[in-house]
C-alpha cells in the first residue's frame, strides 16, 4: 500500500501521531489548529492516522443510538461513583442514574 503524500507529525504530551492523507486543505487547518503540537520529524514510535476521502459505509454501522450524556456527567449529575456498565450504556450499580441516559418523550399527535 502506498503512503498518501502529505503527513502532519504531532506530540500531543508524550503521544506522537502521524496524520496522513492525500487531502491536503485538510492536513493545512490540521496543521495550524495544532500547530503547539507539531513537530517536524515523524516520530519512530508514533501512532498513524490515516485520513481518506469518501463516504462513510452507513450500511455498516450499527444503528445504536447517540448517548447525550458521557458516564462521567452521569455520575456528577447522580452525585455518586458509579460502575459503568458499556454495552449496556448505562450504571451497573446505580439504577436511579438512568434517568439522566434516557429522554422521556411525549406521546405523539393523533388525528
Not at 500547530?35 to 508514533?46: H, I
Amino acid at each position: 500500500m502506498s503512503q498518501p503524500p502529505f503527513s502532519v507529525f504531532l506530540d500531543i504530551y508524550g503521544y506522537r501521531v502521524a496524520i496522513r492523507s492525500s487531502l491536503c486543505p485538510v492536513l493545512e487547518n490540521l496543521a495550524q489548529d495544532f500547530a503547539f503540537f507539531r513537530t517536524e520529524a515523524e516520530p519512530a514510535d508514533s501512532h498513524t492516522i490515516e485520513l481518506l476521502e469518501g463516504d462513510p459505509p452507513y450500511d455498516k454501522i450499527s444503528d445504536a443510538k447517540a448517548v447525550v450524556y458521557t458516564p462521567r456527567n452521569v455520575s456528577y449529575r447522580s452525585g455518586k461513583k458509579l460502575v459503568w456498565a458499556a454495552e449496556a450504556l448505562k450504571a451497573a450499580d446505580c439504577p436511579e442514574a438512568d434517568r439522566y441516559l434516557r429522554l422521556e418523550y411525549r406521546k405523539g399527535w393523533t388525528i
